[in-house]
């Protein structure tokens, strides 16, 4: 890392030996640590000891650091020398406003580097023992997020209801009728697989396994309250699901 220069970076899904070494390089070169409430505190206990740690989190429907409020910061700390980290959740790229910043970096003059991490899908998809693409199932995957700036996310439903289709939705624990609605009124056969994985990576992981029908209420009645990435049209592999801790029988 260079002083007065970002770092943007993804801590992976939690699991500290998923982050990758260039992150781990960055975490113990780093001045200052602007980090995601996503990042675990695992990952964060590898910070350099001189790194002063910023709590930037947002979280959805909830507690706020504007992003203008970010934006400005990074710039303030980069301009005062400093080498400054952006720690992200999963993959800095996928659903973690990204562009935003790298405007504000470019607009400010400051330099800036990215280190891609593993995102939540990739995670989840390894915690139910399936991939995310299959010949003869599903030669493409969807990434999807629950919610937009002004409220629930809009798709196109009528592609994502389509037999054989594979979507990961992030942020969709508060989504979860919603998208149910949409994909039955588009024809979704409500026998569909949904499975949603909860802290993927995390010694605290937990899975539910459950169809369309029933999404809203099995996952009420699960009470998950970390975060979770949900998968539509995948469901555990047989052996995987052997070993979840949470799993709802089909009515």
Known sequence: MAAGQVTFAGSGPGDAELLTLKALRALQAADVILHDRLVSDDILALAGPQAVLEDAGK???GAQVSQAEINARLVELAREGKKVLRLKGGDPAIFARLDEE???????GIAYSIIPGITAASAAAAAIGQ????????TAVRFLTG???????DHDWAALARPGEVAAVYMGKKSARFVQGRLIMHGADRATPVTIVENASRPDQRVLQTTLDRL????????????????????????????????????
Do not use: I, Y
């Open 147 to 153: 919610h937009a700036m002004r409220g629930f996310a």
């Open 59 to 61: 979280e959805g429907f």
């Open 216 to 251: 809203p209420a099995d996952l009420d009645a699960a009470g998950f309250g970390g975060p979770a990435l949900t998968f539509l049209g995948l469901a555990p592999r047989q052996a995987a699901a052997a070993l979840n801790d949470l799993k709802t029988e089909l009515a």
């Open 131 to 138: 991939s995310l693409t299959q010949r003869g199932r599903n």
């Open 102 to 108: 790298l405007t504000a970096c470019e607009d400010a």
